[in-house]
Protein backbone atom coordinates (compact mmCIF):
# COMPACT_ATOMS: atom_id res chain seq x y z
CA UNK A 1 0.00 0.00 0.00
CA UNK A 2 2.77 2.64 0.77
CA UNK A 3 5.00 3.55 -2.16
CA UNK A 4 8.39 5.12 -2.08
CA UNK A 5 8.25 8.34 -3.19
CA UNK A 6 11.17 9.29 -5.41
CA UNK A 7 12.77 12.84 -5.82
CA UNK A 8 13.43 14.87 -8.72
CA UNK A 9 16.81 16.45 -8.64
CA UNK A 10 17.77 19.39 -10.86
CA UNK A 11 18.38 17.65 -14.23
CA UNK A 12 15.25 16.61 -13.90
CA UNK A 13 16.61 13.04 -12.99
CA UNK A 14 14.04 10.67 -10.68
CA UNK A 15 16.65 9.84 -8.49
CA UNK A 16 15.64 5.90 -7.61
CA UNK A 17 17.82 3.83 -5.70
CA UNK A 18 21.13 5.36 -6.56
CA UNK A 19 20.40 5.87 -10.31
CA UNK A 20 21.86 9.84 -9.89
CA UNK A 21 25.36 8.85 -8.89
CA UNK A 22 25.48 6.22 -11.31
CA UNK A 23 24.80 9.17 -13.83
CA UNK A 24 27.91 11.24 -12.11
CA UNK A 25 29.92 8.62 -12.72
CA UNK A 26 29.51 8.33 -16.47
CA UNK A 27 29.53 12.18 -17.16
CA UNK A 28 32.26 13.13 -19.75
CA UNK A 29 35.27 14.16 -17.47
CA UNK A 30 35.72 16.92 -19.88
CA UNK A 31 32.53 19.08 -18.61
CA UNK A 32 34.30 20.07 -15.78
CA UNK A 33 38.00 21.28 -17.38
CA UNK A 34 35.37 23.35 -19.74
CA UNK A 35 33.42 24.47 -16.93
CA UNK A 36 36.50 25.43 -14.81
CA UNK A 37 38.14 27.24 -18.04
CA UNK A 38 35.15 29.43 -18.36
CA UNK A 39 35.19 30.38 -15.00
CA UNK A 40 39.24 31.29 -14.95
CA UNK A 41 38.53 33.01 -18.78
CA UNK A 42 35.49 34.93 -16.62
CA UNK A 43 37.95 35.39 -13.75
CA UNK A 44 40.66 37.00 -15.68
CA UNK A 45 38.28 39.42 -17.92
CA UNK A 46 37.33 40.87 -14.10
CA UNK A 47 40.81 41.64 -13.43
CA UNK A 48 41.13 43.04 -16.51
CA UNK A 49 38.51 44.98 -15.95
CA UNK A 50 39.30 46.41 -12.68
CA UNK A 51 43.16 47.16 -13.87
CA UNK A 52 41.64 49.37 -17.20
CA UNK A 53 39.81 51.20 -14.48
CA UNK A 54 42.71 51.91 -12.25
CA UNK A 55 44.58 53.41 -15.81
CA UNK A 56 42.17 54.94 -16.67
CA UNK A 57 41.72 57.22 -13.37
CA UNK A 58 45.75 57.67 -13.40
CA UNK A 59 44.57 59.48 -16.89
CA UNK A 60 42.47 61.05 -15.31
CA UNK A 61 44.27 62.37 -12.71
CA UNK A 62 46.90 62.95 -15.06
CA UNK A 63 44.68 65.50 -17.33
CA UNK A 64 43.22 67.10 -14.12
CA UNK A 65 47.14 67.89 -13.05
CA UNK A 66 48.17 69.19 -16.79
CA UNK A 67 44.98 71.95 -16.37
CA UNK A 68 46.33 72.74 -13.40
CA UNK A 69 49.97 73.58 -14.78
CA UNK A 70 48.35 75.03 -17.80
CA UNK A 71 46.13 77.50 -15.38
CA UNK A 72 49.23 78.38 -13.30
CA UNK A 73 51.36 79.12 -16.78
CA UNK A 74 48.78 81.56 -18.45
CA UNK A 75 48.46 83.30 -14.99
CA UNK A 76 52.25 83.97 -15.02
CA UNK A 77 52.15 84.60 -18.39
CA UNK A 78 49.67 87.31 -17.39
CA UNK A 79 51.11 88.86 -14.54
CA UNK A 80 54.89 87.25 -14.52
CA UNK A 81 54.41 86.12 -11.76
CA UNK A 82 52.06 83.96 -8.90
CA UNK A 83 51.00 85.93 -5.97
CA UNK A 84 49.81 84.15 -2.81
CA UNK A 85 46.50 83.23 -3.65
CA UNK A 86 47.08 82.10 -7.09
CA UNK A 87 49.30 79.42 -5.67
CA UNK A 88 47.33 78.61 -2.87
CA UNK A 89 44.40 78.13 -5.16
CA UNK A 90 46.46 76.19 -7.64
CA UNK A 91 47.50 74.28 -4.49
CA UNK A 92 43.48 73.10 -3.41
CA UNK A 93 43.08 72.44 -7.41
CA UNK A 94 46.25 69.37 -7.20
CA UNK A 95 44.77 68.56 -3.95
CA UNK A 96 41.57 68.00 -5.16
CA UNK A 97 43.05 65.68 -7.80
CA UNK A 98 44.48 63.52 -5.66
CA UNK A 99 48.08 65.40 -5.31
CA UNK A 100 49.58 65.04 -2.08
CA UNK A 101 52.05 67.68 -0.51
CA UNK A 102 51.84 69.45 -3.87
CA UNK A 103 54.72 72.12 -4.62
CA UNK A 104 54.32 74.93 -7.07
CA UNK A 105 57.78 76.65 -8.31
CA UNK A 106 57.89 79.35 -10.79
CA UNK A 107 61.08 80.05 -12.81
CA UNK A 108 62.19 82.91 -15.80
CA UNK A 109 64.08 85.66 -17.11
CA UNK A 110 63.60 88.94 -14.66
CA UNK A 111 63.84 92.44 -16.38
CA UNK A 112 67.56 92.11 -15.87
CA UNK A 113 67.69 89.00 -17.85
CA UNK A 114 68.92 86.75 -15.29
CA UNK A 115 67.41 83.12 -14.60
CA UNK A 116 65.66 82.29 -11.49
CA UNK A 117 62.45 82.28 -8.59
CA UNK A 118 60.39 84.64 -9.96
CA UNK A 119 57.98 86.31 -7.57
CA UNK A 120 56.07 89.35 -6.79
CA UNK A 121 59.04 91.59 -6.49
CA UNK A 122 61.03 90.17 -9.11
CA UNK A 123 58.37 89.44 -11.91
CA UNK A 124 59.32 87.92 -14.81
CA UNK A 125 59.88 90.26 -18.31
CA UNK A 126 57.05 90.00 -20.56
CA UNK A 127 57.31 88.08 -23.52
CA UNK A 128 60.60 85.82 -21.85
CA UNK A 129 60.10 82.02 -21.22
CA UNK A 130 58.61 81.30 -17.98
CA UNK A 131 58.45 77.62 -16.27
CA UNK A 132 56.00 76.44 -13.72
CA UNK A 133 56.99 73.15 -12.32
CA UNK A 134 54.15 71.16 -10.12
CA UNK A 135 55.44 68.74 -7.75
CA UNK A 136 54.22 66.32 -5.59
CA UNK A 137 52.62 62.39 -4.69
CA UNK A 138 49.80 60.72 -6.18
CA UNK A 139 48.10 57.28 -5.24
CA UNK A 140 46.52 55.69 -7.73
CA UNK A 141 44.87 52.25 -6.55
CA UNK A 142 47.82 50.13 -6.05
CA UNK A 143 50.40 52.69 -7.47
CA UNK A 144 52.01 55.38 -5.18
CA UNK A 145 54.50 57.35 -6.97
CA UNK A 146 56.00 60.95 -7.10
CA UNK A 147 54.71 63.26 -9.79
CA UNK A 148 56.72 66.14 -11.66
CA UNK A 149 55.34 68.18 -13.71
CA UNK A 150 57.06 70.77 -15.75
CA UNK A 151 55.36 73.36 -18.22
CA UNK A 152 57.08 76.21 -20.16
CA UNK A 153 55.28 79.19 -21.98
CA UNK A 154 56.54 80.10 -25.29
CA UNK A 155 58.54 83.15 -25.61
CA UNK A 156 57.31 86.10 -27.13
CA UNK A 157 60.67 86.75 -28.57
Known amino acids: LWKKRSSVCLTGYRDQGGHM ?66 KSDLTVQLEESGVTDPKIRTLGYDKKGNWGEVNKSAPAAYGEKIEVEITGKVDIRFLKTRVRILRTSTSKN
Open 21 to 86: KKRLKQMDPGVIENALAVFLGIFVMAALFFLMLSVISGIQMKNRIDQTARRAVLLMETYGYLDEYS
